[in-house]
């Protein structure tokens, strides 16, 4: 397998909404051929990608993701302060709705959904939260962010509030772990440079 701290900006696998743009698949394939896409993160969210390099792995790593083994820990920095310090959100949501491919809550016709927040900083009007989803929808973390009154810094999709300092969701996958052939695999992320920028901002008030 091959684990990647993908920038934020570069789509995980191509086609999509975006065809012809750049993405992690084809960029890493040249070095190292031909790789199997086991899950992916949005374009815009940095961090950690699992990829197989066959189709076994492929086929073992699939499970392990399908059967909600693995566990995803993301950092998110929102808006607002939440009057919790742990909360989870079980949101329904259905994806791809609109023009603009949003995810929405639906209550009668979407999926079932889980996310586990729990506050990590409260610096004013921001808030540092990790979020572990335990299913995997499309903008999952940013819609039941949202869903709950606290969206995401810089994610205009989800009515988040614009900032000068960050141009896209301050929304970083920080880890992957899970046990593979019985073996404990762990793998972590630091936060790159324009969410790190960020956070600094915002623990100074501005």
Known sequence: MLAIDKPSG???????????????VEELGQEYGRLWVVHRLDRVTSGVVIFARSAEVHR???MLF?????????????AGSPPWEQHTARHPLR??????HRTV??????????TAFRVLERNGKFSLLEAVPATGRTHQVRVHA???????????L????AVKWLDRPALHAI??????EGKSLSFTAPYPPDFLSALEKIRAGH
């Open 66 to 78: 399908e059967g909600h083994r693995v566990h995803k820990v993301y950092h998110a920095m929102v």
């Open 158 to 161: 989800y009515s988040g509030p």
């Open 60 to 62: 073992k790593l699939s």
């Open 105 to 114: 809550v639906d209550h009668s016709g979407g999926k079932p959904s889980e």
């Open 146 to 156: 949202y869903a709950l009154g606290y969206p995401l810094v810089g994610d205009a």
């Open 10 to 24: 570069l789509a995980t696998v191509p086609g999509g909404w975006e065809a012809g743009a750049s993405n992690l």
């Open 95 to 100: 994806i791809n709705v609109g023009h603009s």
């Open 175 to 180: 880890s992957l772990a899970f046990e593979f």
